[in-house]
């Protein structure tokens, strides 16, 4: 199945910009523009486009609470939400909720009524006359680490708003892939852009970005990664062991291969990829080359640092060398914010006195590996064209190397 | 139903088109207002009303080539054409061509004496070019012909007053600026302009009450930067260096730029 099958190579060009939206995150999407061969047999009764074998968060919340009190706070957990208050980052007061252009007769005013926030963008047209085009915010995609993009629903089609939220200046933004100074609303939303900001939302066909509302699980969720938990809740509210020659009803990460564990990460950390099978046909536990094809990471065009820690992570040495995989140093059930902490996971196979600034730094440079060896870097993949200049984010390189520009802490 | 069906099908095809593209420019689709503009004037290369509307639209985009060539040939195909007239002269004046812009905009207002826009311009464009009496002059006559409260007037009414800040007429500068903020609470640079005659005047709790309100209203023109300079300025007078160091770092962070 070819999703773009009878579009003019423009149009697949106008879906490739587009797609450059959810880049905000920790997982951005490339166009689907590779031939899908037919989709792999889905793993359990997940099948494709619906929700058949999942039980939802609450189910789970019941035995896994501490787990999952943890995990309400994580960027996973709030990758996508419903508009609010507390959701959206960007401010709405007189004053911060403007965002200029670099078109002298174009700015966008956020506004937050009783009826919703909206965006809306105002051009003046010389010499007097105002017209304007107003959109609500109907989804908040991103945790705001980095920052926070919006969607809006015209019908059943899923857009981007043309502007989005940048935590590091604490401002709105034009969104990545619209151009400055036009009042385009016009970029639509391709279930692989969800696939990794939501943890499952139904397609309807024949449009790309029409999806079916009232299927969408917002977040990543604990079955995004766990796998369809009804049978499992089943089996343990009923108290049935398993017997023997039975396999548990639900996938624990932590036991599965490490090409396995690896491919459940990369299904939203190695890029968009090419799509050889629906979004959302893959379950956790799957073989992701069944499902999507993940570019390498050539020396010549090596994997940019923004969402592709899968390939960067995988050229890396302490990788190749050991049987590491994400988890080593990710606990994907609890926030983590401090760079410096992850240290303590590099000095389980090194020491610190091999480290060659131990000598001049000792004992402070502990909490400095993540700093040096997985530097931040600018990434090429993230571009705001904002008020007339580019503003490329600075984001986490997940090859774990010796880096001579990066400075001492 | 179907008599507006039968209407509309008998319209010609560049005002049926030219009507579709003033639709998509108001919903604020320019792509595809811009397609049914192309498409008016395929069918009539010489439609005075698509040539404008091509122009505004070339305007919007950053196109000003465009929008020359529209408009000189608008006012070529139909001389009589107030609009054709007007909105070249105020290309002119956008362009910074003033001396190109007075002729036409003299037509526009023969041809149109009730509207206040082509004296407005015109007086704009006098007071770019040194003639401070000819400007007035106009500036008058554009604020008689624009009684009604509505931003159009405040836009008159603010330049206005700033040609009187400018002459040195603080008080009547800021009676300008009050009309006009009369006539739109929203205008940004109503009161932006209020506060630099207010801070000439040492009026400066005043001003910072004007400036900071101005800081939250949208309206393009006055840029945060100017105010921030405004407010940085009259702070230190009100001896807050807090606040007032606080909107300088603003002014100088903001991009440098030509654009006012």
């Not at chain 1, 990829?273 to 629906?278: L, Q």
């Not at chain 1, 760079?339 to 000792?362: K, P, Q």
């Given at each position: 199945m070819n999703c773009n099958r009878g579009k003019p190579r423009s149009g697949q060009e106008k879906l490739n910009r587009s797609i450059a939206i959810l880049i905000l995150l920790v997982a951005p999407v490339w166009p689907l523009l590779g031939q899908m061969p037919d989709a792999p047999a889905p793993a359990k009764d997940n099948s494709v486009g619906s929700r058949n074998g999942y039980a939802g968060d609450e189910a789970c919340s019941a035995c896994h609470q501490e787990k999952f009190e943890a995990y309400l706070g994580s960027a996973h957990h709030i990758a996508s939400r419903l508009p609010s208050q507390t959701s959206i980052d960007g401010k709405f007061t007189p004053g911060s909720?403007?965002?200029?252009?670099?078109?002298?007769?174009?700015?966008?005013?956020?506004?937050?009524?009783?009826?919703?926030?909206?965006?809306?963008?105002?051009?003046?047209?010389?010499?007097?006359?105002?017209?304007?085009?107003?959109?609500?915010?109907?989804?908040?995609?991103g945790s705001g680490r980095k920052g926070q993009t919006y969607l809006y629903w015209k019908g059943d089609e899923l857009f981007e708003l043309p502007v989005s939220y940048w935590t590091e200046t604490d401002q709105w933004m034009n969104s990545p892939g619209y151009p400055d100074g036009l009042p385009n609303f016009d970029k639509p939303i391709i279930p692989r852009c969800l696939e990794c900001h939501t943890t499952f939302v139904g397609s309807l066909q024949p449009s790309?970005?029409?999806?079916?509302?009232?299927?969408?699980?917002?977040?990543?969720?604990?079955?995004?990664?766990?796998?369809?938990?009804?049978n499992h809740v089943a089996r343990n509210q009923s108290k049935i062991p398993l017997r023997a020659g039975e396999t548990e009803d639900i996938?624990?990460?932590?036991?599965?291969?490490?090409?396995?564990?690896?491919?459940?990460?990369?299904?939203?950390?190695?890029?968009?990829?090419?799509?050889?099978?629906?979004?959302?046909?893959?379950?956790?536990?799957?073989?992701?080359?069944q499902y999507l094809s993940i570019a390498d990471d050539a020396p010549d065009n090596p994997a940019d640092v923004h969402a592709h820690q899968f390939q960067q992570l995988r050229s890396s040495r302490c990788f190749r060398a050991s049987n590491m995989t994400c988890t080593t140093c990710h606990d994907v059930h609890k926030p983590q914010?401090?760079?410096?902490?992850?240290?303590?996971?590099?000095?389980?196979?090194?020491?610190?006195?091999?480290?060659?600034?131990?000598?001049?730094?000792?004992s402070q440079i502990l909490r400095s590996?993540?700093?040096?060896?997985?530097p931040l870097k600018q990434s090429n993949q993230i571009v705001f064209d904002a008020a007339g200049s580019q503003i490329k984010p600075r984001v986490r390189s997940h090859r774990i190397a010796i880096y001579k520009e990066t400075q001492r802490p | 139903m179907?008599?507006?069906?039968?209407?509309q099908l008998s319209l010609p095809p560049q005002q049926q088109h030219y009507d579709n593209a003033k639709d998509a420019l108001a919903k604020m689709q320019f792509g595809p207002a811009d397609a049914e503009v192309n498409l008016a004037l395929r069918a009539d290369p010489n439609y005075v009303p698509a040539l404008i509307l091509k122009a505004r639209l070339?305007?919007?985009?950053?196109?000003?080539?465009?929008?020359?060539?529209?408009?000189?040939?608008?006012?070529?195909?139909?001389?009589?054409?107030?609009?054709?007239?007007?909105?070249?002269?105020?290309?002119?004046?956008?362009?910074?061509?003033?001396?190109?812009?007075?002729?036409?905009?003299?037509?526009?207002?023969a041809l149109s004496a009730k509207d206040p826009l082509p004296p407005f311009y015109l007086a704009m464009s006098k007071e770019a070019m040194g003639d401070g009496a000819g400007a007035?002059?106009?500036?008058?006559?554009?604020?008689?012909?624009?009684?009604?409260?509505?931003?159009?007037?405040?836009?008159?009414?603010?330049?206005?007053?700033?040609l009187l800040y400018s002459l040195g007429k603080f008080d009547e500068s800021i009676a300008k600026d009050q009309l006009a903020i009369e006539a739109d609470s929203q205008s940004r640079d109503a009161f932006y302009e209020r506060a630099k005659g207010l801070e000439h005047q040492g009026k400066y709790q005043a001003a910072v009450a004007d400036g900071e309100r101005a800081l939250t209203l949208p309206e393009l023109g006055t840029s945060d930067s100017q105010i921030h300079f405004l407010l940085g300025n009259v702070y230190l007078r009100l001896n807050q260096p807090d606040l007032a160091a606080a909107h300088l770092a603003k002014f100088h962070a903001a991009p440098q730029t030509t654009q006012r």
């Open positions: 909720n403007i965002l200029r252009t670099s078109n002298p007769y174009l700015y966008f005013v956020m506004s937050a009524t009783k009826e919703g926030y909206f965006q809306s963008a105002v051009a003046k047209l010389p010499p007097v006359e105002t017209i304007s085009h107003k959109e609500r915010f109907d989804l908040v995609i790309l970005n029409r999806f079916d509302k009232t299927s969408m699980v917002l977040g990543i969720t604990c079955e995004k990664c766990h796998g369809p938990g009804r996938v624990n990460p932590a036991s599965l291969s490490r090409d396995r564990q690896m491919d459940l990460c990369a299904l939203c950390h190695a890029g968009p990829g090419t799509p050889r099978a629906p979004a959302f046909s893959f379950s956790a536990g799957g073989v992701l080359g914010r401090d760079a410096a902490s992850f240290s303590e996971h590099c000095l389980t196979c090194h020491r610190v006195e091999s480290c060659g600034e131990y000598s001049t730094m000792g590996c993540v700093n040096c060896h997985m | 179907i008599w507006l069906l039968a209407f070339a305007l919007f985009a950053h196109q000003p080539d465009i929008a020359k060539s529209c408009l000189i040939k608008a006012v070529i195909v139909d001389p009589s054409s107030e609009s054709a007239q007007f909105f070249l002269g105020m290309f002119f004046y956008l362009q910074n061509d003033f001396s190109l812009g007075i002729s036409p905009l003299e037509k526009a207002r007035l002059q106009f500036y008058q006559e554009a604020e008689a012909l624009s009684p009604e409260k509505t931003p159009q007037t405040a836009s008159i009414l603010v330049a206005h007053g700033r």
